[in-house]
């Protein structure tokens, strides 16, 4: 080819000058050619210039190409830009070589050259012309900044070339220059020289890992993106104090979802509309770098707390909506005095009710809130609306006691302030109290003379209710219906006891170690990750949801729509019949029969749904909705919203509703909230049970109806009646998976932490005694409103006697049946059944716990046994109810026995009390006097023990 004089003059000087070493420098560096080619060209030009006029480029690119990497981008296009301005005002390139020099430093310490103009430089120096300044301006602050990134670029986590995580993922040079670079790009030298503020600033960086998108997504909305839209109107000390929260903060965010991020972001990097509200409502820049330095120690103090997510989006919530700068250090200040309790009502009741005070009215507010431990004394009592006691649907009337006690009516908020102030006002009632309580406590209340009983009537008749609630704290219970006396009189003469089975009063006492509660374990990752939470928040979601949806109409719908899936099943089994061997037919017959009398049945029920009343509506979709839950997750969610619409008319329930609107959150649950949840379905099955609207549809309703009803009842027994409802509103609510869920959640936490122990001491008794009328109320069941069971002379309690806080805090029943019986000889036996001790003990105690408390009541039962000479049957083995009230109890006991495998008899008749006599028959032989074998409890309680330790 042949070239020009021109162009022979040209291309010789960049051959004999070593141009070739930089081409292969070009050929072996990681960068890619994309980039380097161009910049190559860019310093063969600067080259060719005259001395003056150089930028003296090639150094910078030579450390370019040595030491950039794959992600380095070509610098040369932003530094032209400031090449451009000097052109235009008659500068010299050469001002731009003390640039050059510091790129070419950070290129030697492995850091891109592109960054640090992008994000430190060009804001800093594109829109400066006075170039004959920027020695003095620009390259003393460029110089501190570079060196600072130089020193971040040789300690951890800025080794590794990328940062971040499998969400957002970084280049190591763009959080160096961006992250770190960029808030100081607009200071002036004079601020950037002060060494030890750098060197503060370079310990934040140094302590922030950066190994979560989570925190990147944070950063990015609520501290570089406020920055930079507040450049230039803050000083070093204001980025070192907003920047001083992050190294904490970021353990707490690691752990978020990003998706969750921004719902706790005061700012987004994309909008400026909240910093233009905040600037228009008379905030500075300097309030609105201290407002958002004060959020973020919020949510730093709140995350690690249960629900403290939600917490926090609720305050971020709140705080973005204020005009007035000072209440977000009362916000900071007050939600660090509330208890960490696993509840978002306290939040938002406290934060409300600070926002509706002026400012000195707030600082008032918060100090009533830190003199009453963290709660204001105006925050209503959950313990009142979800009492650890069983305290529901009765309370003493406190308003009279107080008249007669001559005290204020606030001082008494439970049975025991009522004693106390009955004491206070006669000291000398305080033995016959404790001999009372005492005597009961122990079995003695058997041995009252009516002369005692008379002396006890006298001494405490105006406290009598109140006295008894406080030795059996289940009274009151969600069962608990009316007092069974008003004195002991009274209780005696209504309830006489008449037995001639001769029992000794056999006693057994027994320790329990329970863990102490403590709150902060509850809700780790490392426990809730284990916990199947869809499970539960899918029950919860019910008692969260707005109540004004028409319930009625969506269930008709989803019915239909169960009714119109039938024809597939049918379809197949035509298509079957047709292709099968005559042999099939009769089987395939069979099920069409099954198949289309369910449509039938079917149909007929949901014709009835159309014209009934509104309780009648709610019984058939109950019952139809529970043989469909597992398959129509809508259908058993829109039955369970109507259940808790229908008993929002008991006071106390929407008391709880009213709570959970402001508590519940759709996708997290703390361990409290789930305690919570459970009492509140609890007092909703007790209200169905109570319903007399039920009670007389299921008397009135004709008995063709009960059988189109059949074919849909989930119970063994197909019979329509309050046990049948009973199962379908808890197949509904999911109510045994989170009873097994509640117990593992207690496992996981006793396995997981060493938690400090209480030791415990526990009696069980036989008694047969006036004061028994109240054994429903000691165990807080359903039978509380049987108490003349106890007449029977075969009926005897079983008391479980918690000796630290001396009550009564379980129960069991024992029924001696001389109904004769083959499989055992025609000998008499014993019934052992409701073992219940109350469901606030219940609640603490782990699936071990509970089995170890089993096998107490066991032990006692063999002695039972052994001193009688009588055989001990468990009732009921295939019903609900009659073993325990409580599922997982019930599992418990059912597993250990039925694994010894014991006679199991289907006819042990001769009892139908609150259940029918044949599933009382349902029974296993757990001991027998004639088998020695069968006395198992001592021994496998030791085992147990002992592999505790």
């Known amino acids: 080819m042949r070239h020009s004089r021109n162009q022979d003059t040209i291309i010789s000087p960049i051959i004999n000058t070593g141009r070739k070493s930089l081409w292969q420098l070009v050929n072996s ?36 190409v040595q030491h950039g990497s794959e992600a380095w981008l070509n610098p040369y296009p932003l530094i032209k830009k400031l090449d451009k301005n000097l052109q235009k005002y008659l500068g010299q390139s050469s001002a731009l070589s003390p640039l050059i020099d510091i790129l070419t430093d950070l290129a030697k310490n492995d850091i891109s050259p592109h960054s640090f103009m992008l994000y430190v430089v060009i804001p800093r120096m594109q829109d400066d012309f006075s170039w004959r300044e920027w020695r003095k301006t620009h390259y003393r602050a460029l110089k501190v900044i570079a060196d600072m990134l130089i020193e971040l670029r040789k300690t951890s986590p800025f080794e590794k070339q990328f940062l971040g995580d499998k969400h957002i993922r970084l280049n190591r040079d763009i959080v160096l220059a961006k992250y770190a670079g960029q808030p100081l790009s607009l200071l002036g030298h004079k601020e950037l020289e002060k060494r030890d503020a750098i060197v503060e600033y370079i310990a934040i960086w140094k302590n922030i890992k950066i190994v979560s998108g989570s925190f990147i997504r944070f950063i990015r909305n609520s501290v570089l993106g406020l920055l930079y839209n507040l450049r230039g109107k803050y000083n070093l000390e204001h980025v070192i104090q907003l920047l001083s ?33 905040k600037l228009a409502n008379g905030y500075t820049p300097m309030l609105v770098l201290e407002e958002a330095e004060f959020h973020m120690r919020i949510i730093k103090k709140l995350l690690p707390k249960p629900l403290g997510l939600e917490a926090a989006s609720f305050i971020t919530y709140v ?9 977000i250090n009362n916000i900071l200040y007050l939600s660090d005095l509330l208890p960490d309790k696993g509840s978002l009502a306290i939040y938002k009741w406290h934060i409300k009710n600070l926002l509706n005070k002026t400012q000195k009215e707030q600082l008032i507010f918060i100090k009533k809130t830190k003199d009453n431990r963290g709660l204001h004394p105006d925050y209503p009592n959950i313990e009142d609306i979800f009492s650890d006691d069983n305290v529901t649907n009765y309370k003493e009337n406190f308003s009279s006691y107080a008249k007669n006690l001559n005290t204020e009516p606030s001082r008494l908020r439970g049975a025991r302030d009522i004693i106390k102030a009955y004491i206070e006002k006669t000291p000398a009632i305080s033995p016959v109290i404790d001999k009372i309580r005492d005597d009961i406590l122990e079995g003695r209340d058997r041995l009252w003379s009516e002369e005692k009983i008379k002396l006890y009537d006298k001494a405490t008749q105006l406290i009598h209710a109140p006295l008894l609630r406080t030795i059996i704290p289940g009274i009151g219970s969600l069962f608990y219906t009316a007092p069974k006396s008003h004195s002991f009189s009274e209780l005696f003469a209504e309830y006489p006891i008449e037995h001639n089975i001769k029992i000794p009063y056999i006693r057994h006492s027994f320790t329990l170690s329970t863990s102490r509660d403590n709150p902060q374990l509850w809700d780790s990752s490392e426990i809730k990750e284990r916990i199947n939470l869809s499970a539960i928040l899918d029950t919860a979601q019910a008692f969260r949801q707005p109540h004004h949806i028409d319930t009625e109409e969506y269930v008709f719908t989803e019915l239909s729509k169960e009714l119109l899936s039938m024809r597939g099943p049918l379809q197949k089994i035509k298509k079957e019949m047709g292709d099968n061997k005559e042999s099939k037919l009769e089987n395939l017959k069979r099920s069409q029969d099954v198949i289309q009398q369910r449509q039938k ?41 109507w259940t808790v619409k229908r008993y929002m008319k008991n006071p106390l329930f929407a008391k709880q509703q009213a709570f959970f609107a402001e508590d519940l959150v759709p996708d997290d649950i703390s361990l409290m909230q789930f305690k919570m949840l459970l009492k509140s379905m609890e007092l909703m099955f007790s209200l169905i049970n109570s319903d007399s609207e039920i009670r007389a549809i299921l008397e009135s309703l004709p008995t063709e109806l009960h059988s189109a009803f059949e074919p849909f009842l989930i119970t063994r027994r197909k019979l329509l009646g309050m046990e049948a409802i009973d199962a379908a509103i808890k197949k509904l609510s999911s109510y045994h998976a989170l009873l097994a869920e509640h ?8 396995k997981t932490y060493n938690q400090e122990s209480d030791i415990r001491q526990f009696l069980l008794y036989v008694s047969k005694s006036s004061i028994d009328a109240y054994y429903g109320d000691m165990g807080g069941i359903c039978a509380s409103d049987k108490p003349e069971f106890i007449k029977d002379p075969a009926a005897f309690t079983i008391r479980l006697v918690n000796g630290q806080e001396k009550t009564i805090t379980g129960m069991g029943l024992l029924y001696f049946n001389t109904e004769p019986n083959q499989a055992l000889a025609r000998r008499p036996f014993w019934f052992a059944f409701a073992i219940n001790p109350l469901p606030s003990l219940c609640h603490k105690l782990t699936n071990i716990q509970l089995l170890i408390m089993y096998l107490n009541y066991r032990i006692l039962l063999e002695k039972i046994s052994k001193e009688t000479g009588y055989p001990v049957l468990l009732p009921g083995i295939s019903s609900w109810g009659i073993i325990s009230n409580n599922d997982i109890l019930k599992k418990i006991i059912t597993e250990y026995e039925i694994r010894k495998q014991p006679l199991i008899l289907t006819d042990a008749k001769g009892l139908s009390f609150y259940y029918n006599e044949y599933q009382y028959a349902h029974a296993a032989c757990i001991i027998d006097p004639n088998k020695p074998q069968t006395f198992t409890a001592e021994q496998d309680l030791k085992k147990l023990l002992e592999s505790l330790d």
């Open 245 to 277: 929260v992050l190294p904490e903060l970021e353990g707490c965010l690691s752990n978020l979802p990003p998706d969750k991020i921004d719902s706790i972001s005061l700012y987004n990097a994309s909008s400026n509309n909240l910093l233009d509200y």
């Open 319 to 327: 705080i973005k909506r204020q005009k007035d700068h000072r209440i």
């Open 29 to 64: 560096s990681a960068c890619k050619q994309s980039h380097s080619v161009p910049f190559l060209s860019a310093v063969q030009l600067d080259n060719l210039k005259a001395e003056g006029e150089k930028l003296g480029l090639e150094k910078l690119f030579t450390a370019y």
């Open 743 to 750: 117990a593992k959640w207690q496992e996981l936490i006793s």
């Open 601 to 641: 049945d079917f149909r007929r029920l949901l014709a009835l749904y159309k014209e009934a009343p509104s309780s009648l509506k709610f019984m058939i979709a109950l019952i139809l909705s529970s043989s469909f839950a597992k398959k129509n997750n809508l259908l058993k969610r829109l039955v369970l919203i």
